[in-house]
C-alpha cells in the first residue's frame, strides 16, 4: 500500500519515473498501422513504429564525417545538418527499417568520452653548489616515488581486503549478483565446455552471463565499485575506506574474516575516522588536516567515503543497482543482437550508469589531488631555505578535458624581489666625493665633518633595488584514454621559459640585466603514454657549465702588464654551475559506461531465445531490484512477493510494473 505522508511521496517519486522509464510506453494513433516483423533470432514478433527522418548526435559531434560514411548504405542519402544532426533524405516508408538500422550504426559510434584531468609539474633548479642541488632534486624524486607508492599500496589494501570478503558466504546480495554472473541454462546437453564455466540460472530465468563482472577481481577502482554495489551489506563500504587509508580498523577486519565463516564487519572505532560529521563541503580541508597532522600517512579518503556511503545506502543503491543491470542488458542485446537492439535504451542506459558512477569517481579525484597537492607543498616550503640555490621555479598546471579534444593552457607571471647588494669600496670612494655637498645637516651637527661625510657615503652605498623576472609557462595537449579508461596517451608540448628579459633595476632607475644563473626556456615536445593516477616524470635535464677565470696578478703592481703580463699569478678555479630540470605529468581518466564495462566477456544467450520475453523480463527484473534492495521504496508488496519466482515465460499481467 502507498502511504500518503508527504516525505513518503517525495521519497516514491523517483523510484515510480524509474518504473516509468524501465517500460517505455508508446502510444499508437488509432489512424496508424503498425507492421510488425521476425527477429534475426527467428523467434520473437517485434513491433515496428514509425521512424524520424534524423538523429542528433550528443558527443560525436562530427556530423559532416558520420554523415560521409553512412551515405549510399541501404541505397539512403545521409546529410549533415550543421556539426551535431544527420538527417536521412528518404520518403519512402519501405526504408524506415533501413533507417533504424543505420540509428543503431550511430548509436554505438555517438557515445560519451571519458574525462580526463590533466597536471603538469615543472621543476627547474640552478646552483654553484651541486651538493646542495642535488638534495633539492632528489626531494623531487622522492615525491614522486611516494606518491606513486602510497596510492598503490592504498589500493592493493582495498583490493585485498575485497578479495578475502567477497568470498565469504553472504557477502553478495544474490538476488542482484545472480542475475549479472550467471548464464541461461542451456536447453542440451551439447554446449561446448567452454560455455559451462559458469553457474547457470534456474530453469525457466534468464540471466545476463557477466561472469567476469565480479571474478577475478581486479585492483583497478571501476571493478571494486562494481562488487560495493552488489554486496549486502552497505557497512562493507566503510570497511572499505578504512583500507584504503590503512587505518588498524581494516587489519583488525581482515583478522575476523579469517576466523569466521560468516561475514561480519568489525565496527569503526576510535582507530577509524569517523565520517558521520563530516561534510562534503569540507573534505577537502579534512584531507588536508589528516595529512598534516601525520606526515607520514596517507592519502586520506574523506570525499570519497561520504559519496560511497551515501551511494550505499538503499535508496541510492537501487538506483546504481539498476543502471549497472541495465546498461550491462542493453551492452549485450547491442553487442549478440546488432539489428534488435533499441537506440534509445541503449544511449539512455549508458547515460544513467555514468550518472550514477560519477560522484563515487570524481568524489575519489578530489582526495588524491589534495594529497598530490600536500607533497608538493613539501618541497615549495624548503625554497624559502636553500643555501646555495641560486634560482628554483616551480609552476603546476591543471586542465580538465575530453579525450580526443585539443587542450591549451598559458599562463605569464611577472615578478619583483628586492635585491640590496654588498656596497662595494669604489661605491663608497664615489659618494664620498659626493657627500661633502650632501652631507645632512643633523649628522655634521653631532659628529666631525669627515665622519659625517663618511657614514654618509657608506649609507649611500649599496642601495637596494629590484630584479624583475616574467616567467611562462605554457602546456598544449591532446589526450586520447585508452580502452578501459586506465590510460591515457598524451602528446605534449609543454614551455617554461623567460617571459621578455629579467632586469635589474637600481635606486636611481638605471636598469642592467640581471645576471642571476638559470634555465632560461625549456621546451618539450613528446607523447607518452601514462597509468591513471599515477606520476611520470616525462623528461628530466641536467647541465653544468663551466667557465673560466683570470688569474689575479701577485706582484707589483698588480696588473698585467702589455706583452709582459705578471710573472706570478694566483689561479682561480673555473666558476660551475649545475642545472636540474623536471617535467612531471599525472592524468586522472574518469571513464564513462561504456570504458567501464564494455570490456567485460559475456556468454551468449540460447539459440532460439525469444527477444521479446527476453525484454520482458529485463524490465520486471530491474523493478524487482529495486524492490529487494529498498523494500520501504517497492513499488506494490505483492510484486515484490513475486519477484524471487520471476520467470521468463511469466505473463506480462504478473509483472512487477505495468506491462507494455
Given at each position: 500500500m502507498f502511504r500518503t505522508d508527504?516525505?513518503?511521496?517525495?521519497?516514491?517519486?523517483?523510484?515510480?519515473?524509474?518504473?516509468?522509464?524501465?517500460?517505455?510506453?508508446?502510444?499508437?494513433?488509432?489512424?496508424?498501422?503498425?507492421?510488425?516483423?521476425?527477429?534475426?533470432?527467428?523467434g520473437a514478433i517485434m513491433p515496428v513504429h514509425e521512424t524520424d527522418n534524423f538523429i542528433r548526435l550528443f558527443y560525436n559531434r562530427d556530423a559532416a564525417t558520420i554523415a560521409k560514411v553512412l551515405d549510399g548504405a541501404y541505397g539512403l542519402s545521409v546529410q549533415a545538418v550543421g556539426s551535431d544532426t544527420l538527417v536521412f533524405r528518404s520518403t519512402d516508408p519501405k526504408q524506415e527499417e533501413s533507417i533504424?538500422?543505420?540509428?543503431?550504426?550511430?548509436?554505438?559510434?555517438?557515445?560519451?568520452?571519458?574525462?580526463?584531468?590533466?597536471?603538469?609539474?615543472?621543476?627547474?633548479?640552478?646552483?654553484?653548489n651541486l651538493q646542495e642541488l642535488n638534495r633539492e632534486a632528489s626531494q623531487v624524486e622522492t615525491v614522486v616515488s611516494r606518491y606513486n607508492q602510497r596510492l598503490h599500496d592504498s589500493l592493493e589494501r582495498a583490493w585485498k581486503y575485497l578479495t578475502d570478503a567477497r568470498n565469504v558466504p553472504g557477502?553478495?546480495?544474490?538476488?542482484?549478483?545472480?542475475?549479472?554472473?550467471?548464464?541461461?541454462?542451456?536447453?542440451?546437453?551439447?554446449?561446448?565446455?567452454?560455455?559451462?564455466?559458469?553457474?547457470?540460472?534456474?530453469?525457466?530465468?534468464?540471466?545476463?552471463?557477466?561472469?567476469?563482472?565480479?571474478?577475478?577481481?581486479?585492483?583497478?577502482?571501476?571493478?571494486?565499485?562494481?562488487?560495493?554495489?552488489?554486496?549486502?551489506?552497505?557497512?562493507?563500504?566503510?570497511?572499505?575506506?578504512?583500507?584504503l587509508e590503512g587505518v588498524s580498523a581494516c587489519q583488525s577486519s581482515e583478522r575476523t574474516l579469517e576466523r569466521r565463516s560468516t561475514l561480519a564487519v568489525t565496527p569503526a572505532k576510535h582507530a577509524s575516522r569517523d565520517r558521520r560529521s563530516d561534510s562534503s563541503n569540507d573534505c577537502e580541508s579534512r584531507d588536508h588536516d589528516a595529512l598534516v597532522s601525520d606526515s607520514d600517512?596517507?592519502?586520506?579518503?574523506?570525499?570519497?567515503?561520504?559519496?560511497?556511503?551515501?551511494?550505499?545506502?538503499?535508496?541510492?543503491?537501487?538506483?546504481?543497482?539498476?543502471?549497472?543491470?541495465?546498461?550491462?542488458?542493453?551492452?549485450?542485446?547491442?553487442?549478440?543482437?546488432?539489428?534488435?537492439?533499441?537506440?534509445?535504451?541503449?544511449?539512455?542506459?549508458?547515460?544513467?550508469?555514468?550518472?550514477?558512477?560519477?560522484?563515487?569517481?570524481?568524489?575519489?579525484?578530489?582526495?588524491?589531488?589534495?594529497f598530490m597537492k600536500h607533497l608538493q607543498e613539501e618541497i615549495v616550503p624548503t625554497q624559502g631555505k636553500l643555501n646555495g640555490i641560486e634560482f628554483a621555479s616551480t609552476g603546476t598546471v591543471t586542465v580538465r578535458t575530453i579525450s580526443g579534444t585539443d587542450s591549451e593552457s598559458d599562463t605569464t607571471t611577472q615578478n619583483a624581489f628586492n635585491t640590496t647588494p654588498p656596497p662595494l669600496l669604489q661605491d663608497f670612494v664615489k659618494n664620498l666625493g659626493d657627500a661633502e655637498k650632501n652631507t645632512p645637516t643633523l649628522a655634521t651637527a653631532n659628529l666631525s665633518t669627515h665622519a659625517a661625510e663618511a657614514l654618509t657615503a657608506f649609507l649611500n652605498s649599496g642601495k637596494s633595488g629590484t630584479v624583475s623576472i616574467g616567467r611562462a609557462l605554457n602546456l598544449k595537449m591532446s589526450p586520447v584514454s585508452l580502452p578501459g579508461a586506465s590510460a591515457a596517451e598524451l602528446k605534449i608540448h609543454l614551455e617554461s621559459k623567460d617571459d621578455g628579459t629579467a632586469q635589474s633595476i637600481a635606486s636611481d632607475g638605471s636598469t642592467t640585466a640581471d645576471t642571476t644563473d638559470r634555465v632560461s626556456l625549456q621546451t618539450i615536445d613528446t607523447s607518452v603514454r601514462v597509468d591513471s593516477l599515477r606520476l611520470f616524470d616525462v623528461s628530466s635535464f641536467s647541465a653544468a657549465l663551466s667557465h673560466g677565470r683570470k688569474p689575479i696578478p701577485l706582484l707589483p703592481p698588480f696588473v698585467d702588464l702589455p706583452y709582459i703580463g705578471s710573472f706570478v699569478h694566483l689561479k682561480l678555479r673555473p666558476s660551475t654551475v649545475y642545472h636540474r630540470t623536471f617535467a612531471i605529468v599525472s592524468a586522472v581518466v574518469l571513464p564513462t559506461a561504456a570504458d567501464m564495462l564494455s570490456g567485460l566477456r559475456f556468454k551468449r544467450d540460447t539459440s532460439g531465445t525469444d527477444l521479446q520475453l527476453v525484454r520482458r523480463f529485463h524490465e520486471r527484473k530491474l523493478a524487482c531490484i529495486v524492490s529487494l534492495t529498498n523494500p520501504r521504496e517497492a513499488i506494490s508488496s505483492s510484486a515484490a512477493a513475486d519477484c524471487p519466482s520471476l520467470k521468463l515465460d511469466a505473463p506480462v499481467g504478473n509483472s512487477a510494473v505495468a506491462g507494455r
Open positions: 508527504r516525505r513518503s511521496a517525495r521519497l516514491r517519486l523517483p523510484f515510480l519515473l524509474l518504473a516509468l522509464s524501465i517500460v517505455p510506453i508508446r502510444a499508437q494513433e488509432p489512424n496508424k498501422q503498425v507492421e510488425s516483423k521476425k527477429t534475426s533470432t527467428g533504424r538500422e543505420l540509428k543503431r550504426w550511430v548509436a554505438l559510434l555517438d557515445v560519451p568520452r571519458p574525462e580526463l584531468t590533466l597536471n603538469v609539474w615543472s621543476v627547474q633548479l640552478s646552483s654553484k557477502f553478495y546480495d544474490t538476488y542482484f549478483s545472480d542475475y549479472i554472473g550467471r548464464r541461461m541454462e542451456p536447453e542440451t546437453t551439447t554446449y561446448r565446455p567452454s560455455e559451462l564455466d559458469l553457474p547457470a540460472c534456474n530453469k525457466d530465468r534468464y540471466c545476463l552471463g557477466f561472469g567476469e563482472a565480479f571474478r577475478p577481481l581486479r585492483p583497478a577502482l571501476t571493478h571494486m565499485l562494481g562488487v560495493l554495489a552488489a554486496a549486502a551489506e552497505p557497512s562493507v563500504a566503510d570497511q572499505f575506506v578504512n583500507c600517512s596517507g592519502p586520506s579518503f574523506t570525499c570519497f567515503g561520504l559519496q560511497l556511503r551515501e551511494s550505499l545506502e538503499p535508496r541510492r543503491k537501487a538506483l546504481l543497482r539498476v543502471a549497472l543491470a541495465d546498461f550491462l542488458f542493453q551492452y549485450k542485446f547491442a553487442t549478440e543482437h546488432p539489428h534488435d537492439f533499441d537506440v534509445y535504451d541503449y544511449s539512455t542506459s549508458a547515460q544513467s550508469l555514468d550518472s550514477q558512477f560519477d560522484p563515487l569517481l570524481v568524489a575519489f579525484n578530489r582526495d588524491v589531488a589534495v
